[in-house]
T-cell receptor, first 112, second 113 residues
Framework: DAGITQSPRHKVTETGTPVTLRCHQT?????MYWYRQDPGHGLRLIHY???????DKGEVSDGYSVSRSKTEDFLLTLESATSSQTSVYFC???????????FGNGTRLTVT | KQEVTQIPAALSVPEGENLVLNCSFT??????LQWFRQDPGKGLTSLLL?????REQTSGRLNASLDKSSGRSTLYIAASQPGDSATYLC????????????FGGGTRLMVKP
């Protein structure tokens, strides 16, 4: 498996609280991504990063922010969690050019 | 906007059968197409990546093809085994979409012993 660690693996939080999910890679890959996976919607891109401090929005970025201060870490923050953000969140990484995407094992987030 | 469709959503076959999973996409300006496998409760595992200049890629019992003109990719699994049971997803990367992959909804495969 590619060296990708997501933390926490599971989290339950209340509506309105801030939540930060962490993705850590040991592959020194340039690109990092946050996806959410929901029944009926499949995998959707939230934000991605193409370098330290370089990020861009994906398809479903509202309500989420990201930061990448080091090559190996990509943080996803829900400023004020809502029930619609209950989902499984996946981090992914890829190198430059035609490199395959490699995924972490996911974080299951429940917002009550 | 690229749309990726996988039909059927679920498939059940007996062990040993050769099978084909289908993936169709609407925008032929595709840079590459990737096939993944996802086991329950796990992340996605990359199986094969086909660049736009290629027609197919092979890895063991798996063979993936890409036909840009018809907007189709197929994943062929030879001599299926119960361990092949999983959800298979395809995803396309477009030239004009930054670095955003568009995923299909997946095909859930069950291989019965």
């Amino acid at each position: 498996d590619a060296g990708i660690t997501q933390s926490p693996r599971h989290k339950v939080t209340e509506t309105g609280t801030p939540v930060t999910l962490r993705c850590h890679q040991t592959e020194n890959h340039r690109y990092m991504y946050w996806y959410r996976q929901d029944p009926g919607h499949g995998l959707r891109l939230i934000h991605y990063s193409y370098g330290v401090k370089d990020t861009d929005k994906g398809e479903v970025s509202d309500g989420y922010s990201v930061s990448r201060s080091k090559t190996e870490d990509f943080l996803l923050t829900l400023e004020s969690a809502t029930s619609s953000q209950t989902s499984v969140y996946f981090c992914a990484i890829s190198g430059i050019g035609n490199s395959p995407l490699h995924f972490g094992n996911g974080t299951r987030l429940t917002v009550t | 906007k690229q749309e990726v469709t996988q039909i059927p959503a679920a498939l059940s076959v007996p062990e040993g059968e050769n099978l084909v999973l289908n993936c169709s996409f609407t925008d032929s300006a595709i840079y590459n197409l990737q096939w993944f496998r996802q086991d329950p409760g796990k992340g996605l595992t990359s199986l094969l990546l086909i660049q736009s200049s290629q027609r197919e890629q092979t890895s063991g019992r798996l063979n993936a093809s890409l036909d840009k003109s018809s907007g189709r990719s197929t994943l062929y699994i030879a001599a299926s085994q119960p361990g092949d049971s999983a959800t298979y997803l395809c995803a396309g990367l477009n030239n004009n979409a930054g670095n955003m992959l568009t995923f299909g909804g997946g095909t859930r495969l069950m291989v019965k012993p």
